[in-house]
């Protein structure tokens, strides 16, 4: 019995939806890499167990710099050779403190932005957006619900807030992690956020960007590029919340008219006055040869 176009389309419909279900669901891990990072990382150092996410957990405060802007930096692992001085931030007129928690997804260091005593508020506040969420959260939704939680609370703490997309990483799908970075841009812009990509800056082909365990960004040759696109961002997040004048000046209004003024010509002698008809005489009313009177009705009032 040949099958019906109903029963095809139903069976289209399936497959879409179970192709739909794969896309959604966080990729495995592969047991044998295709690609193994050859840079170096520093052995990590031990740092004081937060009482909140139970991780790892540092926060680094510069030495107060009047004549510097202070940028508050909030991220996972990524910032480890940062905090620990084994990678430098660039100099300019920008002071840096370091917020990290390693391991951490978005709603774990939602909770450590909650508690986090700052001596002194920031001009302004760098948020890497968590890659931990790509294998931490089930779904993509799941991930983007929990990533906007966590930026609404640093939003709700610092005004002037913008994000830094992740470093790419060689043990997740690629197209996995673009879906991922979209709804997090997506969270970013529903927000008012502005939201600075890394990707590009990070092509796959080079791996002495990566460490080996295809994670992390090698101290050598990938963080000094994150160094750098974390000074960029706050330099532009700054700039940008300096306040610009608005078109030109309006002009004062002007002051209203004079009063209008009618000059009276003093008059000498005695002065005609017409004398007003009657309304109930006769009146001549056309100037022509043949003259015609008209009767005015006066209605008495």
């Given at each position: 019995?040949?099958?019906?176009?109903?029963?095809?389309?139903?069976?289209?419909?399936?497959?879409?939806?179970?192709?739909?279900?794969?896309?959604?669901?966080?990729?495995?891990?592969?047991?044998?890499?295709?690609?193994?990072?050859?840079?170096?990382?520093?052995?990590?150092?031990?740092?004081?167990?937060?009482?909140?996410?139970?991780?790892?957990?540092?926060?680094?405060?510069?030495?107060?710099?009047?004549?510097?802007?202070?940028?508050?930096?909030?991220?996972?692992?990524?910032?480890?050779?940062?905090?620990?001085?084994?990678?430098?931030?660039?100099?300019?007129?920008?002071?840096?403190?370091?917020?990290?928690?390693?391991?951490?997804?978005?709603?774990?260091?939602?909770?450590?932005?909650?508690?986090?005593?700052?001596?002194?508020?920031?001009?302004?506040?760098?948020?890497?957006?968590?890659?931990?969420?790509?294998?931490?959260?089930?779904?993509?939704?799941?991930?983007?619900?929990?990533?906007?939680?966590?930026?609404?609370?640093?939003?709700?703490?610092?005004?002037?807030?913008?994000?830094?997309?992740?470093?790419?990483?060689?043990?997740?799908?690629?197209?996995?992690?673009?879906?991922?970075?979209?709804?997090?841009?997506r969270v970013a812009v529903r927000m008012g956020v502005r939201y600075f990509s890394t990707a590009e800056h990070f092509p796959l082909e080079h791996?002495?960007?990566?460490?080996?365990?295809?994670?992390?960004?090698?101290?050598?040759?990938?963080?000094?590029?994150?160094?750098?696109?974390?000074?960029?961002?706050?330099?532009?997040?700054?700039?940008?919340?300096?306040?610009?004048?608005?078109?030109?000046?309006?002009?004062?209004?002007?002051?209203?008219?004079?009063?209008?003024?009618?000059?009276?010509?003093?008059?000498?002698?005695?002065?005609?006055?017409?004398?007003?008809?009657n309304p109930s005489e006769w009146q001549v009313v056309a100037p022509d040869l043949k003259k015609?009177?008209?009767?005015?009705?006066?209605?008495?009032?």
């Amino acid at each position: 019995m040949p099958r019906t176009k109903g029963y095809k389309r139903s069976i289209a419909a399936k497959k879409r939806e179970s192709e739909r279900r794969i896309r959604l669901l966080p990729p495995q891990q592969p047991s044998n890499y295709s690609r193994c990072g050859t840079g170096y990382r520093h052995m990590a150092n031990k740092w004081p167990i937060s009482p909140f996410t139970g991780r790892s957990h540092k926060l680094a405060i510069p030495a107060d710099a009047p004549d510097k802007k202070f940028v508050l930096v909030i991220g996972d692992s990524h910032l480890r050779s940062v905090v620990d001085g084994i990678v430098r931030m660039p100099e300019g007129p920008l002071s840096f403190g370091l917020m990290s928690t390693p391991g951490a997804h978005a709603m774990e260091l939602r909770k450590e932005v909650v508690h986090a005593i700052v001596p002194w508020p920031p001009d302004a506040v760098v948020v890497v957006a968590p890659s931990n969420n790509l294998t931490a959260s089930r779904t993509i939704a799941e991930a983007a619900a929990d990533f906007a939680m966590f930026l609404g609370t640093v939003c709700s703490r610092w005004p002037n807030v913008c994000v830094l997309d992740f470093p790419p990483r060689l043990d997740i799908e690629g197209a996995y992690q673009d879906f991922m970075r979209q709804e997090f841009h997506r969270v970013a812009v529903r927000m008012g956020v502005r939201y600075f990509s890394t990707a590009e800056h990070f092509p796959l082909e080079h791996l002495d960007l990566w460490c080996t365990d295809n994670v992390h960004l090698s101290d050598t040759e990938g963080m000094p590029i994150l160094a750098k696109l974390l000074w960029g961002a706050a330099y532009q997040q700054l700039e940008g919340a300096t306040p610009k004048p608005h078109g030109c000046p309006r002009a004062p209004p002007l002051p209203p008219p004079p009063p209008r003024f009618i000059p009276q010509v003093p008059m000498k002698g005695e002065v005609t006055v017409s004398r007003q008809p009657n309304p109930s005489e006769w009146q001549v009313v056309a100037p022509d040869l043949k003259k015609c009177r008209i009767m005015l009705h006066y209605d008495g009032k």
